[in-house]
């Protein structure tokens, strides 16, 4: 069976610093990673996904991901933080492009000046 | 631009009562999703559909359902309503395959149930 863990449930962080979510996936074939981030009251917009290829995804935002399979693991990071990152950040695994996402629970990440 | 859309984006109801969730995308998507979610548990998937007459029940499926008879909708049904059902119900959809495939969610709806 599939399944997404996010270690952290609330992360806080400084404006300017660097950031890593942590995100560890259970699943028995190749998988299809993505990371979503959700700004309070509004729908879920995709980050960045990786199928294949590069270990090292970059997304929109200043974002990037990287696939660790050894670790099974799709760590999220950015090196400098601003205030408007302050989201709930999901990541999530599926059998192939489009198809239904096995979503992890969250990380709420605070910014402080 | 093509888009999906929910509606409404808020409803209160009462416990008994059958609620009908409206998504509607245009971007001609083979494939639909309907999510729940809750506090400590993220998203979840409910139903989903990969085409016109085809529906599949999800993780938490009990007391909703699905029907898809256009490529563009698919509501989502409360038969009977109750106060475990009060959440944030997200419909998403994409297109099947390809590598720079993507789901799209919609901007939410907030179901109370009293």
New interface residues.
Partial sequence: AQSVT?PDIHITVSEGASLELRCNYSYGATPYL?W?VQSPG?????LL?Y??GDTLVQGIKGFEAEFKRSQSSFNLRKPSVHWSDAAEY?C?VGP???????????TSLLVTP | DAEITQSPRHKITETGRQVTLACHQTWNHN?M?W?RQDL??????IH?S?GVQDTNK?EVSDGYSVSRSNTEDLPLTLESAASSQTSVY?C?S??????T????????TRLTVL
């Fill in positions: 996010q993505f979503y509004q729908g879920l917009q995709l996904k199928f294949s999901f999530a192939l492009s489009g198809y239904a996402l096995n979503f992890g629970k969250g | 494939n999703f999510y400590g548990h993220g998203l979840r998937l989903y990969y999800g997200f998403a994409s297109e099947i395959a390809g590598s495939d993507t789901q799209y969610f919609g901007p939410g």
